[in-house]
């Protein structure tokens, strides 16, 4: 009898421990978390939304892995009024970067490439790269100095390569990538990968290797080394890997045609900051990408998701690396992930960690996120951050930008945290 009660107990406690690791879609009320604070974010989007300030967004909070708070705001489009949903797609740009460095990550973690490993050697055209000198804007040529040393892979995780970005970067390396054709990533590209990264490999750096945070194409080339390294697409390589063990349900590179309904229209603003639709050619982004067949997986900026399907990411790592009874990144690995990395002073009062940007003491006493929290946004509006100390996720999705009355993602922040008992 003793025996059974004994397998009774720890088997009890096994399933508690794997439902304790899934986020549920229920909502549920958490004791230290005061709703009738919380419910001031349902009428401050209603408020931005009938000045006409935002057309639509969906938040979402996850406290000690119950999620509390779930929800749709506004229209998913301005024209047909229809209603967002808090299971839309979105367009998710710069929220790729943390899950490309994951996969990353992962195979470090078997063994397949050092942190501090030269790039080249599974690119050989990054090897001796060079630095930026001297350039003349009018005809885009230029001179170029010896770098100091290689381009390594956490180089690349932390922005700190000498990569800028095309299309959104400094005037003097977007004018060179331009002319070089190096895709952003953002949108759609009919581009070899690859090939895009060896032209890459040959063009110079805006600075030299380690010395500056300098936000660029460092993913892209990430998910291009996925592919070398793992000989899987990279798409294929998330939905083995990451997607399918998770139940990412509603994560992907090619959106499925029966699932486009759920993604919700893109906005920017005219001249006098007013809500106007992103036209396809608008920045040279086509905001139909998601559903365009394409081949050119950028590990920076090619991935759409739900907040939900995100928040499932972001459990992962505050349950060091577990879930869904799946160890997906080692413990002491997924604490590396979100360990600082840089010398104090590349990010203000912040830092930036193997793939996240994270939150510094001095900033922490400014706000209402506390110390060690890890964030970033994508380009179309969408936001995160997860908060190891109170063991929070917070998801503000949107699709519009630029955004004048932005400062809804700040008055969030202290509605969340002014909530928590």
Not at 134 to 160: G, Q, V, W
Not at 291 to 308: I, V
Request: aromatic share 10%; with cysteine.
């Amino acid at each position: 009898m003793k025996t059974r009660f004994l397998s009774f107990l720890i088997l009890s406690f096994v399933v508690c421990t794997s439902d304790a690791q899934i986020l549920s879609p229920v909502l549920k009320a958490h004791p230290k978390v005061d709703d009738k604070r919380l419910a001031a974010i349902d009428t401050l989007l209603k408020n931005y939304v009938a000045k006409n300030w935002l057309t639509g967004a969906v938040t979402l909070i996850v406290k000690d892995n119950q999620l509390i708070h779930y929800k749709g705001h506004g229209y998913a489009d301005a024209a047909t009024k229809k209603p967002m949903q808090a299971d839309a797609i979105f367009r998710i740009m710069s929220q790729s970067k943390a899950i490309t460095s994951l996969a990353i990550l992962q195979l470090f973690e078997q063994g397949k490439l050092q942190l501090d490993q030269p790039i080249y050697q599974f690119i050989p055209e990054f090897k001796s790269p060079t630095v930026l000198n001297n350039f003349n804007m009018a005809d885009s040529s230029y001179s170029t100095l010896p770098s100091k040393r290689e381009i390594t892979f956490r180089d690349l995780l932390t922005h700190t390569s000498g990569i800028d970005y095309s299309g959104i970067g400094s005037d003097k390396m977007k004018a060179i990538y331009a002319k070089a054709g190096i895709p952003s990533g953002l949108g759609e590209s009919k581009d070899k990968l690859l090939e895009k990264m060896k032209v890459l490999g040959k063009l110079p750096l805006v600075h030299q290797p380690g010395e500056k945070f300098t936000y660029g194409l460092n993913t892209d080339l990430l998910g291009c080394l996925v592919e070398i390294i793992s000989g899987q697409s990279l798409e294929a390589y998330m939905n083995e890997h990451i997607f399918e063990p998770m139940g990412m349900k509603d994560t992907y590179f090619n959106v499925p045609m029966d699932k486009i309904s759920r993604l919700p229209a893109v906005y920017t603003e005219d001249k006098n900051k007013q809500i106007i639709p992103w036209a396809p050619t608008f920045r040279g982004i086509n905001p139909n990408y998601p559903w365009m067949p394409k081949s050119y997986f950028s590990g920076g900026a090619g991935l759409s998701a739900t907040a939900f399907d995100y928040a499932i990411f972001l459990q992962m790592i505050l349950n060091g690396g577990v879930y869904n009874g799946k160890q997906i990144l080692g413990r002491r690995t997924a604490e590396l992930m979100i360990s600082p990395q840089l010398e104090p002073g590349l990010m203000g009062n912040d830092n930036f960690s193997l793939g996240f940007s994270i939150t510094g003491e001095k900033s922490a006493n400014l706000n209402m996120r506390t110390k060690g929290s890890f964030s970033w946004g994508g380009y179309y509006g969408t936001t995160y951050w997860a908060d190891p100390k109170e063991k929070l996720i917070v998801l503000i999705m949107t699709q519009h930008t630029p955004n004048s009355h932005s400062d809804f993602n700040a008055k969030i922040e202290n509605i969340i945290y002014g909530s928590l008992k």
